[in-house]
């Protein structure tokens, strides 16, 4: 298996993105399903509806429900602003040549040990294309956790650990159970009031893969590069 030597802290091998803490292996095997469409060639309405949220209209969503989301998941919605997270990223690849395809990513919050999410524009993307939420992991894991920024308010629903989106998961300490469920219910019953119900966890986790492979093989060219020219 080909990985990267490590050659500093923010140099990162092909293993190290591709697995969780602790060595489990994120994993997407939710069956592809064809969208359907209707007479026009236009996805379903409930489609449309999920493809047309913003990311700034995902970041106004997420910080009027921030009591709600810290209250059952280690995951504080927060802006940095482009140009903040962009340093911070210069950090994870160790490098800020990533800037230079012109992909761009919106903050969208951060976990208690330094990992980011964030709405990640692609380089040559339609200006109605809708973002994918990424996960940038302070030890280096690297996915993508939504296809559009709506699927990610309905995922929080679902309550997911960050670092593995392979199944809904909700680790709660012993003392705050009571109260984690508490603010879990409420979040969902704001989602259901406000967006319509709640799809599946693995419906919405449906066609991320690509994106995911994706991701991976962009930051795998930035590293590569960037070997190259270092020596």
Known sequence: ???YEHQG????DHERRRRAPGGRRPCFNSPRVSE???????????ERRRMAMSVEELQAWLTGRIGDITGFMDYESADYGEEGLADTLDSW???PRWRGPGHRFHHLGIDGTGSQVAAWVRAGSAA???AP???FGSEGELSVLARRPLDWAFLLAHAPALWDMSAPMLSLREDEDERSKAALASYREGVENTFGAIPTFESLRDGVAPLDAELLAWVDGVLWIERVLNG
């Open 128 to 130: 109605d294309e809708p």
């Open 93 to 95: 690849f160790d490098t």
């Open 133 to 135: 939420v990424v996960f």
């Open 1 to 3: 298996m080909n990985t």
């Open 9 to 12: 802290p923010g140099a990162l």
């Open 36 to 46: 359907r469409h209707d007479e026009h060639g236009r996805p379903p309405l409930a």
